[in-house]
């Protein structure tokens, strides 16, 4: 392939450097919400096998199944199957949203592993795309080593698993699933495939999948302090911010290596950084303000995902007027790579410059000025998935609303078209919370918990927070010791402390 086959369709036909490389959008997300996340999660760590394709045609079987009562011989179950029915159908029900009240499917709540076979999918057509990839990808990109992340990743799994630490209401739900499971399927742990990037760059500088990994552990340590389902709303909340804020990072990422091309090529005197750590600061390093708090959230996620739009584009046709040029440029899996590729940008300037990149890139950027506007395509995919997975569910029953806890956006008002403003849910609070506790002994003050959330690229103002929504959320759940002039010397209770 070469830069003028790029040029007539620019998305499907990505350079290998760029779609290998460690800032690349793997698995390019599409609609979600948290209970997608979480049971497409429960498939790639324990259903091997279990495509999400297949997750609506077995849930339409096994409610027909459980309608009919045509249960295989063999199911020792101890209910009528007019108490099965209830339990699917009020108990472990999740509330639809109005653009599906006309639809006939499983919804149901991912409390148990074996109700991810039936329910959960993130489209109910076609091949819909497997979110539980992004998180494994994710918590290898997250961890200090191979090893760091097999281990974490086998710790997941176990956490997930239901065993006889869990309470009875859960122990029992999975024992009725698994009587009634396919043939064929099994839960088991599932395996990691070394990724072979980034290596020991991971230390030099800090991004979401970091503090996600770490948070990750702390929601597993506190697993034993709580029921089921609460520990699963805790759990979501963090895959929820965890998945977005990585998404983010890696659009403003790729946004900041197509200006630094940029700069290169359009100015002979441009230097490359010529020390790494220098270089991970400038490029990858996450900013502490992606998202701020109480401010509209749709426009920022939009300028995001528009610039990761137009930055790919730029640094897609640098690498095949490279390849045209007999230069090809190699991989980019560490911060060594990334600096060879500048170097090499600026060593070949001046044939870059005959081939007229930029104007090239200029010419689809007018071009595909839909797609980088996200109004279809890759963009409006990337803002569905940002939006539905951090925004409180509105469900299709107004008396429902309060299902969705574990939120990072809600309606400022209530109205339509009110705007998405960022606000933590109260499932989201004590998430947060207790994961920027964790291993600390005694209390912080809740400036550790705004440290914490630069980590994910969120902004809150520490003045004014006894009158703000989270000064309100974190009195209202004992999370802090409370002081009416404290402000942000007020400190925070670990929730879930002997």
């Known amino acids: 392939m070469n830069l003028s086959e790029y040029m007539d369709a620019p998305w499907p036909n990505q350079h290998s450097s760029f779609s290998s490389s460690f800032f690349s959008v793997y698995r390019a997300p599409e609609f979600s919400t948290g209970e997608v996340l979480l049971s497409s999660l429960y498939r790639a760590s324990g259903f091997d096998g279990v495509s999400e394709a297949k997750v609506k045609p077995q849930g339409d079987a096994f409610y027909k199944t459980a309608e009919r009562d045509q249960r295989r011989s063999g199911v020792a179950s101890h209910?009528?199957?007019?108490?099965?029915?209830?339990v699917l159908d009020r108990l472990v029900q999740s509330p639809k949203v109005a653009q599906q009240s006309a639809k006939r499917f499983m919804s149901l709540s991912p409390i148990v592993p074996d109700i991810s076979l039936y329910s959960g999918a993130a489209r109910l057509q076609g091949n819909p795309w497997n979110p539980g990839e992004l998180v494994k990808r994710i918590v290898q990109l997250g961890s200090s080593s191979d090893a760091a992340a097999t281990a974490l990743w086998g710790r997941l799994h176990g956490a997930l698993s239901v065993n006889n630490d869990d309470d009875i209401w859960a122990r029992?739900?999975?024992?009725?699933?698994?009587?009634?499971?396919?043939?064929?399927?099994?839960?088991?742990?599932g395996l990691l495939t070394p990724l072979g990037i980034l290596g020991e760059d991971r230390a030099s500088f800090a991004y979401p999948a970091k503090q996600f990994v770490a948070d990750?552990?702390?929601?597993?340590?506190?697993?034993?302090?709580?029921?089921?389902?609460?520990?699963?709303s805790l759990l979501e909340a963090v895959l929820r911010i965890g998945s977005v804020s990585h998404i983010l990072w890696i659009c403003d990422v790729t946004d900041r290596m197509w200006r630094q091309v940029r700069q290169v090529l359009e100015d002979p005197n441009s230097p490359v950084p010529d020390q790494d750590a220098a270089l991970a600061e400038t490029l990858f390093a996450v900013k502490k303000r992606m998202l701020s708090f109480g401010h509209p959230a749709i426009p920022a996620l939009r300028d995001y995902a528009s610039?990761?739009?137009?930055?790919?584009?730029?640094?897609?046709?640098?690498?095949?007027?490279?390849?045209?040029?007999?230069?090809?440029?190699?991989s980019l899996h560490t911060i060594a790579e990334v600096r060879e590729f500048l170097s090499l940008v600026h060593k070949e300037r001046e044939p870059l410059a005959r081939t007229r990149v930029l104007?090239?890139?200029?010419?689809?950027?007018d071009k595909e000025v839909r797609a980088i506007a996200c109004k279809k395509g890759i963009g409006s995919n990337l803002m569905e998935f940002a939006q539905?997975?951090?925004?409180?569910?509105?469900?299709?029953?107004?008396?429902?609303?309060?299902?969705?806890?574990?939120?990072?956006?809600?309606?400022?008002?209530?109205?339509?078209?009110?705007?998405?403003?960022?606000a933590l849910g109260p499932a989201s609070v004590l998430a947060m919370?207790?994961?920027?506790?964790?291993?600390?002994?005694?209390p912080r003050s809740v400036q550790r918990l705004a440290v914490h959330l630069s980590s994910y690229g969120i902004e809150f103002d520490l003045q004014g927070l006894n009158d703000s929504d989270l000064g309100r959320q974190l009195r209202m759940l004992g999370l802090v010791l409370d002081s009416p002039d404290a402000e942000s010397g007020m400190l925070l209770v670990p929730p879930f402390a002997p």
């Open 388 to 422: 539905y997975t951090l925004g409180q569910r509105q469900t299709l029953d107004e008396a429902l609303r309060g299902y969705d806890q574990g939120y990072f956006l809600r309606k400022r008002g209530e109205a339509r078209n009110s705007p998405w403003v960022l």
């Open 216 to 232: 990750l552990d702390g929601i597993i340590s506190a697993k034993s302090s709580m029921t089921r389902r609460q520990w699963i």
């Open 79 to 86: 209910i009528s199957p007019e108490t099965w029915k209830t």
């Open 172 to 189: 029992w739900l999975q024992g009725e699933f698994e009587i009634r499971r396919e043939l064929g399927a099994s839960w088991a742990p």
């Open 307 to 330: 610039k990761y739009l137009s930055a790919r584009l730029g640094l897609n046709c640098v690498l095949w007027a490279l390849e045209d040029a007999g230069t090809a440029a190699g």
């Open 433 to 442: 919370t207790h994961c920027c506790l964790h291993e600390v002994n005694g």
């Open 359 to 365: 104007d090239r890139w200029h010419d689809l950027q």
